[in-house]
């Protein structure tokens, strides 16, 4: 937040460029100068949306997620598509999100039945970067992903969790890279 009161934001076309999709500019907007207020209106323009593309590349390959997050769930965007993925009924009691549903069907369902031989399976570590929050919801995700859970209350810690889950991937054959769409 600027002293004016106003907010920074982040700029679309700085932090997205997938491959078949284009960003929109509105009038009067300078580019990727993600403080001008006139790149407020700024979107992206998917028709049809961006196809994601799997940084799976090789069979049995090792496949990290690495969630970052103040640990706690605010909302429940996609509860729906998870049950039809997984064939699971949730939420649930214990798990009030299905976060934990798609993170146990992620480490434990080859997620390219068709298009490689063997189990290609995702590992899911969570990292709590918050002070005051509940970590329960993290280690759940974790526990499920056969991940582990990180505790970082400073950026020194933050920096520790990060070097801890590349020392456990280069333990085992590995793939780390960013999603992306094409």
Do not use: W
Not at 42 to 71: F, H, M, R
Not at 82 to 100: F, K, Q, W, Y
């Amino acid at each position: 937040t600027y002293s004016s009161g106003a907010t920074k934001r982040t700029s679309i076309a700085a932090s997205y460029s997938p491959l078949d999709a284009s960003v929109v500019l509105p009038s009067g907007c300078p580019g990727r100068d993600s403080n001008d207020k006139d790149c407020s209106g700024e979107y992206i323009n998917a028709s049809p949306l961006p196809k994601y593309v799997t940084p799976i590349v090789n069979s049995c390959q090792n496949t990290y997620v690495v969630l970052l997050s103040d640990g706690d769930p605010n909302s429940m965007v996609g509860e729906s598509r998870i049950r039809t993925l997984t064939g699971a009924s949730c939420p649930d009691g214990n798990d009030t999100t299905c976060g934990s549903t798609l993170a146990r069907y992620m480490n434990t369902t080859d997620l390219l039945p068709t298009t490689l031989p063997g189990d290609q399976t995702v590992i899911l570590h969570t990292i709590k970067f918050a002070d005051s929050s509940d970590p329960s919801y993290l280690k759940a995700l974790a526990s499920a992903g056969g991940g582990n859970f990180y505790d970082a209350t400073s950026a020194d810690k933050l920096l520790d969790a990060f070097n801890a889950v590349v020392k456990a991937a280069v333990t085992k054959p590995q793939t780390f890279a960013a999603p992306s769409v094409a």
